[in-house]
Structure formats: C-alpha cells, structure tokens
C-alpha cells in the first residue's frame, strides 16, 4: 500500500474512533447540568487528560516546535511558563474550584465569577463575561482549525480551506451529539496521542541527530549567534523582558473556562489529587519534547517555508507510514481537544450564563453550531500564524478571569462592581497592548493586565467571606 494512503487510514479510523465516542455518550447531555458538566462525575484520568489537553492547543505541538526551530536555546523558557500554569491550576485552583462550585451549583466559571444575584452589577459581570468568552474563544478556535489545515496542506497537498471544514464538521458532530462528556472522553484519548507523539518523534529525531553530545554540538555549530543563546544575545533589561514574557504565560492558566471547568466537574477530591500528578507529568514530557523536537529539526538541517510545519516534515521524513499517520493524529488530537471544550464553553455563554436567556432545550446546540461556523469563517479569512494568536488569547482571558479566580478562592466573594472592573480591565488591557507593536508579545501585555485586574479584585475582595465561602 502507497505510503501516503497509510497515513490517510490511520487519520480515517482515528476519526471514526472520535465519532463513535461522540455517538455513545448520545444519550447523557440532556440538561444544562448534563450537557455543560457532565453530571460532575470525571474522574481523576478524565479530569487530568481532558483538561490537560483541553489546554494543549495546536499551539503546543505546533507552535512550541516551530518557536524552539527558530529561536533554538531560549524556547527553553517556554517550558516553565507552560507548566507553571498547569501547577497553578492543579495546586491553587482546582481543589478549592471544585469545592465551592459544588457547592454553589455553579455550572460555569461565569456562573461561578458572577454569582446568582439578580443585581445590575451582577448582571453587568454576566455580560462581560459572555463577551469576553466569545471574543477570545473564535479566535482561540480559529486557530486550531487553522492548525488543521496546516497538517493537511503539509501532507497531502489537500486545500486548507477544504481540511478546516471537515475537521471542523467532526468537532462538531461529537460536540453536539455528547455535549461534555463526549468531549471530554474524546480528550482524554486526546491527550494520549499527543503524548505518544512527544515521547516518539523527539527520541527518534534525537536519535537522528546521534544523540544529546551531537545536539549539543549542533546547536554550538549553527551559524545565527541568538540561536545559541538562552537570551538571544539581548542586553539585559531586554533579556529580563523576554524571559518575563514567556515564564509568563503561567499567569493565563487559571482564567481558561474550557480547562478549569474540569475542575467543576471533577466527581471528588481523590480526582483532583490523582489527576494533579497525571496532569503535571504530562505537561513536563509535551512542552519538553516539543522544545527537543525544534532544535532537533535545526540541527538536521530542515528548511521550512513555514517554521510551524517541522513537526510535519520530521514525522514524515523519519518514521514509517503508520507511525507517522499516529503523529499526524497528535495534532488533530491538538486542535480538536482544545477547539471540542472551547466551542461547549463559548455555547453556554451564550444559552447559560447571560441574564434572562429565555430558549428551549435545543439552544445550547444552536449556539454550538453557530460560534462553530463562525470559527471557520475566521479561521478561513484570518491571519495563519498560530503561535501568537492563541497567546493573544490565552493571555487575554487570563487577564480578564484569572486574578478574579484566584482572589474568589482564596480571600472571598469580591463585590460585583470590583469584579466588573477587573474582568473588563484585565481583557482590555491585553488588548491594547496585543495591537500596540511596542509591546506585543511582551512582559508588557503578559503580566501587566494580570497585575492591575488582581489589584482591583483584591480591592474588592470581602475578607469576612474568605476561602469562597
């Protein structure tokens, strides 16, 4: 069998597989509880999984790889900027998180945020809540079906715009049919595959090279003097920002919906402290092997139109046809856990979370499908660099939930005008400074927006109510 037709196999019943979960978890989604949160019934390897790669976009495999090919050394400081947001969530949200939203039968993170009362300013909140949700998430979704069509155009020369579509159509498909249990099952399987890809391409590219010795002298041997460095030869103030603005991708982890309402839905405590070693683990083999898989790349010598494409092009000149059809399936896996949780979080923000929503039970999958279509129209007609966007908007809604997050957890209810105030501001100001050249992709937009929205939280916060009573 043609090589080329192996890998299209392996995609087809990996696909298939993903439909088929989809289908079996049909029948429990049913209300709003069901279909936004599973019931609270995950499991520790459900909720480690699932929101782990719920989180791993197809920035992670595509982005992280492309940004170490380029910039060699100093990508080492993406590894913990990511991981730290994964140590954050699993350490100073998730066990709170999942106790109080029990308790308060909260069913989102705006429901959680906002409160239940009827209020102006807490209806304020509900609305700026939902808009932000939705701003960021068509993007973040955008993204990922972008990411797709990269994988498709790579390997089979097929029309980006066409493999946007059907990847998009089969996200669809399971999402509606499970809700979140469909997609959370379909994660987790998710979340496998991408380890397999980040524990075998980078040993066998490492192995092509001859191993750490020959990376190393490699590296030393490349021409571009910033490759060698772990701060890209910046003066040091410059250096500080640089490093400031990658370890500080951390502070984005706790205002992601789509991964801390795995928490919400976790059945127990145990789940939470399982999973905590099962998602950290996990997280350090991904962003470490994607980092090893670029300088990798650098060494042997690939030339890229595109840098986010090396994945691609080492899976296909290093592995055989069916192992690289499971690497492909990696980045699907990539694209489709991350875009599956946003399209469910960006629906209920929508049919749940706004004020006085009046709609029938159908609703929730009428607005699924429609942020589904506008995702592909953006996707489609946007701009195709993956790693900047899915910063933009991870560090956006981090700015906008997270310090609110974290100031709810761990000094208590923070008044709904402070609350307002800090979600509006934080998300603002990672907009302003994401269009201003002078400090995209800076410890600027990074960390600032975070800082200023944790300070009104914090001026908000009722001490008498701590610890999310």
Same mark, same amino acid.
């Given at each position: ?67 170490? %090919? ?20 699993? %350490? ?79 996200? =669809? ?8 249990? *469909? ?20 040993? #066998?590219?490492?192995?092509? #090279? ?34 400031? $603005? ?35 683990? =996990?997280?350090?083999?991904?962003? *470490? ?58 629906? $209920? ?40 966007? #899915? ?26 005008? %402070? ?51």
């Amino acid at each position: 069998m043609n090589a080329l037709w192996v890998v299209v196999l392996v995609l087809f019943v990996y696909k298939i597989v993903l439909l088929a979960i989809g289908f079996a978890y049909r029948n429990k989604g049913g209300d709003d509880a069901g279909f936004f949160l599973g019931d609270r019934s995950l499991g520790p390897w459900f909720t480690a999984l699932s929101s782990a790669a719920g989180s791993s976009s197809a920035w992670t495999l595509l982005g992280v790889s492309g940004f170490a %090919y380029t910039h060699g050394l100093s990508a080492v400081w993406i590894f913990p900027g990511s991981v730290g947001a994964f140590f954050i969530n699993w %350490y100073l949200v998730g066990p709170k998180l999942r106790e109080a939203a029990v308790k308060e039968q909260a069913l989102t993170l705006t429901d959680f945020l906002a409160g239940r009362e009827a209020g102006d300013w807490n209806k304020a909140c509900r609305y700026a809540a939902s808009l932000i949700v939705l701003c960021s998430l068509l993007v973040y979704v955008a993204s990922q079906y972008q990411g797709a069509g990269k994988l498709f155009e790579a390997t089979f020369a097929m029309d980006p715009v066409l493999s946007i579509v059907v990847s998009a159509l089969i996200i =669809w498909l399971y999402s509606l049919t499970g809700g979140f249990l *469909a997609v959370s099952a379909t994660d987790t399987l998710q979340g496998l595959v991408m380890a397999a890809c980040a524990l075998l391409l980078p040993m #066998v590219a490492l192995f092509a #090279v001859g191993g750490p010795l020959a990376l190393a002298e490699g590296i030393a041997a490349v021409p571009d003097t910033a490759f060698r460095s772990f701060t890209r030869d910046m003066e040091l103030m410059a250096a500080v920002g640089f490093i400031g $603005s990658l370890v500080g991708i951390s502070l984005g982890g706790p205002g992601q919906p789509h991964v801390v309402n795995r928490f919400m839905a976790a059945r127990d405590e145990q789940s939470i402290r399982i999973g905590r070693r099962i998602a950290l683990t =996990w997280a350090c083999l991904v962003f *470490a092997g994607m980092i090893l898989l670029g300088w990798c790349g650098r060494v042997l010598g690939s030339r890229l139109a595109d840098n986010e494409t090396i994945l691609f092009q080492l899976a296909s000149d290093l592995l055989p046809p069916v192992l690289a059809g499971i690497v492909l399936a990696a980045v699907l896996s990539a694209t489709m856990s991350t875009a599956d949780s946003q399209l469910l979080v960006a629906a $209920s923000s929508v049919t749940h979370d706004l004020p006085g929503n009046r709609r029938t039970k159908h609703a929730p999958r009428i607005a699924l499908t429609l942020v589904s279509v506008a995702a592909v129209l953006l996707a489609v007609f946007g701009d195709r660099a993956i790693f900047s966007k #899915v910063l933009f908007a991870w560090s956006a809604l981090g700015a906008a939930f997270g310090p609110l997050l974290l100031v709810r957890l761990h000094r208590g209810r923070v008044q709904p005008q %402070y609350a307002f105030a800090a979600m509006v501001l934080g998300f603002s100001l990672g907009v302003v400074f994401y269009l201003l050249p002078g400090t995209k992709g800076t410890v600027i937009e990074r960390v600032l927006p975070f800082v200023c929205a944790l300070f009104i939280a914090f001026a908000g916060a009722k001490k008498n109510e701590a610890h999310s009573s």
